[in-house]
């Protein structure tokens, strides 16, 4: 584990799609467990996009990498973002999909 006082490279800062979309699994897989926070009905909606900006930051911090281990902390988070961007882009149609669905029963239900 790296001390907190120890500078986070800037190739390892950054949006965090897993831990975005996916938050306290992703929290789980990376040994950080503040994502666990997302639970928390409401205050999720917020914590989310916490956890998005800061989550490269809390599994660098929390995992065993080191300066050479860059490259490494980044081929593991890539996937977690590419997972995360997909999830993130099928919740977003299902819910634009729903909200027209719902929209268009209800115009069919006043007009007649």
């Known amino acids: ?22 938050s306290y699994l992703w929290g ?5 467990y503040l994502p666990l926070l997302a639970l928390i009905p409401g205050f999720n909606l917020i914590w989310v996009f916490v956890c998005g900006i800061k989550g490269n930051t809390w599994a660098w911090q929390k995992g ?16 977690w973002n590419r997972a995360g961007i997909v999830a993130f882009i099928v919740k977003s149609v299902l819910i634009l999909v729903s909200y027209l669905m719902f929209f268009s029963i209800l115009m069919q239900l006043f007009s007649n």
């Open 64 to 79: 065993q990498y080191q300066a050479v281990d860059i490259d490494k902390f980044k081929a593991t988070q890539a996937t």
């Open 1 to 22: 584990m790296i001390d907190k006082e120890t500078p986070i490279p800037a190739e390892v800062k950054g949006w965090n799609w897993g831990a975005f979309t996916f």
């Open 28 to 32: 789980i897989g990376n040994k950080t």
